[in-house]
């Protein structure tokens, strides 16, 4: 195999695997009426332990970036599962906070979540899982 068709098959791989990631973790969203996005804004925010976030902050988190996050976060809120604040200090800056059934939602997904992952890695051994989590982030420090 050339170089040039290594390059190919390992980018096709990795957005295969990428895919395959987010088909099964879709699957397990799916009975909670979230996308793959709304959860990843929905972490974010549990992460944050209370603490308000602004749009830009809660994008630069994002796994997907190009994800509308203004929309999402609308989603969210029509849902309950967090709610806008206007800043005291700055009348122009809105944060956002996830609520309590936000955070009861998230409590019920932690080990279907933990178990969906564990699926997604079943093919590989821990010391398998390490040398990818290595690869992995060598490639994503780079760019």
């Given at each position: ?12 791989g990795i957005l295969k695997a990428g895919n395959k990631a987010e088909d ?44 509308n996050t203004t929309r999402l976060i609308d989603k969210l809120i029509d ?65």
């Amino acid at each position: 195999m050339s170089s040039q068709e290594l390059i190919k098959n390992t980018v096709v791989g990795i957005l295969k695997a990428g895919n395959k990631a987010e088909d099964f973790l879709g699957n397990t969203l799916k009975a909670f009426d979230l996308s793959l996005q709304q959860f990843n804004v929905l972490r974010i925010l549990r992460g944050r332990k209370g603490e308000p976030a602004n749009l830009k902050t809660v994008q630069k988190r994002m796994i997907h970036k190009m994800s509308n996050t203004t929309r999402l976060i609308d989603k969210l809120i029509d849902k309950s599962l967090v709610h806008r604040e206007i800043c005291e200090e700055n009348r122009r800056k809105v944060e956002i906070v996830i609520t309590e059934k936000g955070l009861d939602v998230l409590e019920k997904l932690d080990q279907q979540i933990e178990n969906t992952e564990i699926e997604i890695l079943k093919p590989l051994d821990i010391e398998e899982q390490r040398t990818l989590r290595s690869l992995i982030n060598k490639m994503t420090l780079k760019n």
